[in-house]
């Protein structure tokens, strides 16, 4: 009999194995660390944090906040904790709870709670070295890990696009302990959050090829002089660079003026409708470049929809939540790291780079329209006189 129920077991265990094995999804921690706060934006699976607090939180996600939230935000008080090395607490306030749709790569989709959380040091202490102990969920769900990431740290360089690897919380199975983790951003420095600028100000331009675009379809025609309605003959070399020169500066002032404008007055401005007028820009130079739309006038429609492509950049720094001096400091790594990617699209370029631009594309331009005059193709439209 023994030996029956012990087979019968032994099955039961085979079949039930790959429910217990499913890998169960992890709680997630983003800090980001600011001169006098730490904010944390902590995501917690909605199944788990139902098996802590002993509540079925997975049936209408919109009624979770409005029935537990009062009990959740002193549940994550009561298991989140940052100290001072020295062992004095932090103040943790909850600044907003809210249920989303979410997905990890072992597990596939779920819902989540997400909180976000400031962190507020003692008076003198540093926000840049302290312990955080933090034991929500894992002090019940004995499986579960925390992945602790630093999304953001101005002075090491951390924007959320690079966002450091991921430190793990976990119950430690030979003593059923949970050792907090220590945070050591000591080591940052103005330099080093200078130079991140000048990277992110690089990857802005590299991946946002619509100024580039819209800026070399309205230098196409340059070089070019207008007769009775369409693009005719090669207008000198002289003629040439001084249309060049005035349409790149002012694209290149008009985009300065909105970028630094906007970057230090933090505006808030909706997104879309810029987009759309940088779509708009890059189609009116692409026809202007088949016929002349406004001979003569390229500089003030170059100076003008600068504007709006320099208010699309303007909106980089602002998100990051600086203080004045960093956000400063950011302006020019980011104005410096646009320079080495594209000079045309900063001030910087009118004395740095603009001048080996130019003569790489007015030679371009030129030979291309030497070119065309001497094959006497002719474009749609009037016959020239």
């Given amino acids: 009999m023994k030996r029956v129920l012990s087979l019968f ?70 298991h989140i904790q940052p100290l001072t090395p020295e062992g004095e607490s932090w103040t943790v306030a909850v600044d907003g709870l809210s249920v989303k749709e979410a997905e990890q790569t072992a597990t596939g989709p779920y819902q989540e709670l997400v909180a976000r959380l400031t962190f507020t040091p003692p008076d003198g202490a540093s926000t840049r070295t302290f312990t955080l102990e933090y034991d ?48 050591d951003l000591s080591n940052g420095s103005v330099w080093r959050g200078f130079l991140s600028m000048v990277n992110l100000g690089m990857s802005h331009i590299s991946e946002g090829t619509d100024h580039l675009l819209f800026l070399l379809t309205l230098l196409l025609p340059a070089p070019l002089l207008a007769v009775a309605g369409r693009w005719a003959t090669f ?11 005035k349409i790149v500066t002012a694209f290149t002032v008009g985009h300065s003026l909105t970028l630094i404008l906007g970057t230090l007055t933090r505006a808030q401005l909706p997104v879309q409708p810029i987009e759309v007028l940088i779509a708009v820009s890059i189609f009116v130079s692409a026809l202007h470049a088949l016929r002349p739309l406004f001979p003569k006038r390229e500089m003030l429609v170059a100076g003008g929809f600068g504007l709006i492509h320099g208010l699309a950049c303007s909106f980089t720094l602002p998100e990051l ?52 005059q001497r094959s006497r193709i002719k474009l749609p439209g009037k016959s020239s006189t």
């Fill in 321 to 372: 939540n600086l203080s004045t001096s960093q956000l400063v400091l950011s302006l020019l790594g980011f104005s410096l790291g646009i320079v080495q990617t594209n000079p045309v699209t900063s001030f910087v370029e009118i004395a740095a780079g603009q001048a080996v631009w130019i003569i790489v594309g007015l030679a371009g331009m030129a030979v291309l329209a030497t070119l065309w």
């Fill in 235 to 245: 207008a000198g070399t002289p003629q040439s660079l001084w249309s060049i020169l």
């Fill in 136 to 183: 929500a969920v894992v002090h019940q769900v004995v499986t579960h890990k925390i992945l602790v990431s630093i999304q953001q740290d101005w002075l090491n360089g951390v924007t959320p696009e690079h966002a450091t690897e991921a430190e793990v919380i976990r119950l430690n199975p030979v003593d059923s302990t949970i050792a907090p983790l220590t945070i």
């Fill in 9 to 78: 077991t032994l099955v039961l265990m085979f079949l039930s194995g790959p429910v217990f094995a499913h890998p169960m999804a992890n709680s997630i921690v983003l800090l980001e660390v600011h001169e006098s706060t730490v904010q944390a934006e902590v995501q917690i699976p909605l199944s788990e944090l139902g098996l802590a607090i002993k509540e079925n939180l997975l049936g209408d996600p919109n009624a979770v906040v409005s029935t537990y939230g009062a009990r959740l935000e002193s549940y994550l008080t009561e």
